[in-house]
């Protein structure tokens, strides 16, 4: 299949004498058969990215390589079939109201001059790989929002793309339905080997099906690197928002009054004999478990082991590459030298362990 190679790619718009940058200097590789995910906030300037890959937005600076070819150096007929080796869809499925399901599919044959029995056998199978056989002679009308989304990856497949580019393909779908069109998507990855380009702005979505992702902030690459490594340890602000949570959920801890309950003071007799109160020094910590570390009881054995309390305040299970990985957020309660101790271990243990300055 298809490599996607992105060199200093920048797109300005011109609007009203102002200048706006969507895109500043990018730089991605992705590579032939896999799925690779690009995530962002709204106006991250993903749809734009994923957009410049098949040339629908032309960049100002930089050059996009499908395979090698720079897109910029084709002329319009060959720019329209390179644009044929890649499908889309969308969030809004595209699809022609008035055709039926099976003349959807065959619509980009038909543009493309197949001849009508050729295309209709070739929609047909295809039909059947997304699971809407029976559906042929529907209309959108009549579909859910899953199965519309169905005929529209259908209809991308129709002119054997070797390059899959998905933009908010599942944001107007229920969870449920979400899952079992990332399995497909998945199904036809490893079928055909089709090359899978993926914009959300979900990180459930990347967890479930990508392998490697980008982020995207202000239109400048955040970050990037296998899904696995910054769901374990998001370095960016960018990463942190979007893994962690929403950032209204995490407040600095310098701007958190102090609070001094009983299970955060700690007693202890000085050289005079006399019972003084020490405040534990709180922190709050992220862990997450690897395969091995979640088959042993590593918070109460630490609990166990230093004698020390400590507080989860947030504990959840998510779908990291097929595998599912847990994380937790944990209040520290003890001295400096326990909680240095305490992290110590849990990095022993094989847990990921990074500070999180925040209040759930």
């Given at each position: 299949m298809s490599t996607i190679e992105i060199r200093h790619l920048t797109k300005r718009f011109e609007a009203e004498k102002h200048?706006?940058?969507?895109?500043?200097?990018?730089?991605?590789?992705?590579?032939?058969?896999?799925?690779?995910?690009?995530?962002?906030?709204?106006?991250?300037?993903?749809?734009?990215?994923?957009?410049?890959?098949?040339?629908?937005?032309?960049?100002?600076?930089?050059q996009v390589l499908i395979d090698g070819t720079d897109l910029a150096g084709l002329t319009q007929k060959q720019l329209r079939k390179e644009r044929s080796r890649i499908g889309m869809i969308f969030q809004g499925f595209n699809l022609l109201e008035q055709k039926t399901v099976l003349d959807n599919v065959c619509f980009p044959l038909y543009v493309a001059k197949v001849g009508k029995k050729e295309a209709r056998e070739r929609a047909r199978k295809l039909l059947v790989t997304v699971g809407?056989?029976?559906?042929?002679?529907?209309?959108?009308?009549?579909?859910?929002?899953?199965?519309?989304?169905?005929?529209?990856?259908?209809?991308a497949l129709a002119t054997n793309p070797s390059i899959l580019l998905c933009d908010e393909a599942t944001s107007a779908l229920d969870p449920m339905t979400t899952r079992s069109i990332l399995k497909l998507l998945k199904d036809i990855n490893e079928k055909i080997g089709i090359t899978i380009v993926i914009i959300t702005h979900q990180m459930s979505v990347v967890t479930q099906i990508c392998k490697n992702v980008a982020i995207i902030d202000g239109g400048v690459l955040a970050e990037q690197g296998?899904?696995?490594?910054?769901?374990?340890?998001?370095?960016?602000?960018?990463?942190?928002?979007?893994?962690?949570?929403?950032?209204?959920?995490?407040?600095?801890?310098?701007?958190?009054?102090?609070?001094?309950?009983?299970?955060?003071?700690?007693?202890k007799e000085d050289e005079?004999?006399?019972?003084?109160?020490?405040?534990?020094?709180?922190?709050?910590?992220?862990?997450?478990?690897?395969?091995?570390?979640?088959?042993?009881?590593?918070?109460?054995?630490?609990?166990?082991?230093?004698?020390?309390?400590?507080?989860?305040l947030h504990a959840d299970t998510k779908n990291v590459g097929g595998k599912a990985r847990g994380e937790?957020?944990?209040?520290?309660?003890?001295?400096?030298?326990?909680?240095?101790?305490?992290?110590?271990?849990?990095?022993?243990?094989?847990?990921?362990?990074?500070?999180?300055?925040?209040?759930?």
């Open positions: 200048t706006l940058t969507a895109l500043d200097d990018v730089n991605l590789s992705i590579a032939s058969g896999t799925i690779y995910g690009i995530i962002g906030m709204s106006g991250a300037g993903k749809s734009t990215l994923v957009r410049s890959i098949n040339f629908l937005e032309k960049p100002s600076e930089g809407l056989e029976d559906k042929e002679k529907a209309y959108p009308s009549q579909l859910s929002g899953g199965q519309k989304q169905r005929v529209a990856i259908a209809r296998s899904v696995d490594s910054i769901f374990e340890n998001p370095e960016s602000d960018a990463a942190k928002e979007l893994v962690l949570g929403r950032p209204e959920k995490y407040i600095p801890v310098e701007s958190i009054e102090p609070v001094l309950p009983d299970d955060i003071v700690a007693k005079n004999g006399e019972t003084g109160r020490i405040i534990r020094e709180g922190i709050r910590i992220r862990i997450v478990f690897n395969e091995n570390s979640a088959y042993e009881p590593v918070i109460a054995n630490a609990i166990l082991k230093f004698n020390t309390p400590l507080n989860i937790m957020i944990l209040s520290l309660t003890g001295t400096q030298e326990s909680n240095s101790e305490m992290i110590a271990y849990l990095k022993e243990k094989g847990l990921t362990v990074t500070e999180v300055q925040t209040d759930v």
